[in-house]
């Protein structure tokens, strides 16, 4: 596995598998976006590209543009050794590991803004968050020149900024979405786990247990959107000591809300559990 450090080691690879005959005899090229302290989750779609692609390459950068003032980027986890383990173990090929001047050189001042989105669900909460995703994935997209790009369906309203951009800006990426992957318990695998105490771990477990109440609404024909926001509230009050931050029922496209909930809708909730922010959601059947 190669361990690239500039956006010109990583496209000369890119171009490389090309040269080879359209990476390895005509299967595409994937890559998987992460920030680094890769589990479970991270491994799922490492797995799905190498299922899919010729090359597969991740890479691992902790984006200081998605981050507000108050919030965690100087303590969000980074093990880069045990990253690089599980991605070789996982079938990955190369790990891009820029720089934040690398990827944001001095003076920069061009960013990617999906209007109307961005505003929206984690957008509403955190604002420029998806700014700062769009831009980065747009560079990675651009740098890497990859025919597929894979990202979980635990962060579905980031998802729907991407697919959005990717259109928007006629990038040749394909946006390849995973399920989520939780622990044996139901709590959704996000890096962010790592912050919680063992209380609060507990706690946590209140967000999967009100997606999967609106779940079963859904599935014995409740549509009505706000009958399964009632029904996840109830789940949430059952544990005062987490504050919700939104319920949502949504058009996953456009991500605004909907009165009643058809076949493919996306419900997703996030809240506070302690000082850690979390997010699960679901798509209705």
Excluded at 42 to 53: E, G, N, P, T, Y
Excluded at 95 to 116: C, N, R
Excluded at 151 to 176: C, N, P, T, Y
Aim: contains cysteine; proline residues 5%.
């Amino acid at each position: 596995m190669e361990l690239l450090r500039t956006v010109a080691e990583l496209r000369r690879w890119s171009r490389a598998l090309r040269g080879k005959g359209r990476n390895d005899g005509g299967h595409p090229f994937g890559l998987v976006p992460t920030m680094g302290a890769l589990h479970a989750g991270h491994a799922s779609l490492i797995r799905a590209a190498a299922a899919s692609c010729g090359r597969v390459a991740i890479s691992i950068f902790v984006n200081p543009t998605q981050f507000g003032p108050n919030e965690d980027y100087a303590r969000y986890p980074r093990t880069f050794e045990a990253d690089c383990a599980l991605a070789k173990t996982e079938g990955a090929d190369a790990v891009f590991a820029p720089s934040v001047e690398e990827l944001y050189p001095a003076g920069a001042a061009t960013f990617v803004e999906v209007e109307g989105l961005s505003n929206r669900l984690d957008g509403a909460s955190r604002p420029g968050h998806f700014r700062g995703v769009a831009t980065v994935v747009a560079k990675l997209l651009i740098a890497s020149e990859a025919d597929r790009a894979f990202f979980g369906q635990k962060d579905a309203a980031q998802v729907a900024v991407l697919r959005r951009m990717v259109a928007d800006l006629r990038l040749s990426a394909e946006i390849v979405v995973c399920p989520i992957v939780r622990e044996p318990d139901g709590l959704a695998l996000s890096s962010r786990n790592l912050f919680l105490s063992a209380a609060e771990r507990a706690q946590a477990l209140v967000l999967s247990r009100a997606v999967r109440q609106a779940e079963a609404l859904a599935a014995a024909g409740e549509r009505r959107s706000s009958a399964l926001i009632a029904a996840a509230q109830r789940s949430f009050a059952a544990v005062p000591e987490v504050r919700i931050d939104y319920i949502a029922a949504v058009d996953w496209a456009t991500l605004d809300p909907v009165e009643i909930a058809p076949p493919g809708t996306l419900f997703a909730v996030a809240a506070w559990v302690g000082q850690t922010r979390l997010i699960d959601n679901t798509i209705l059947n």
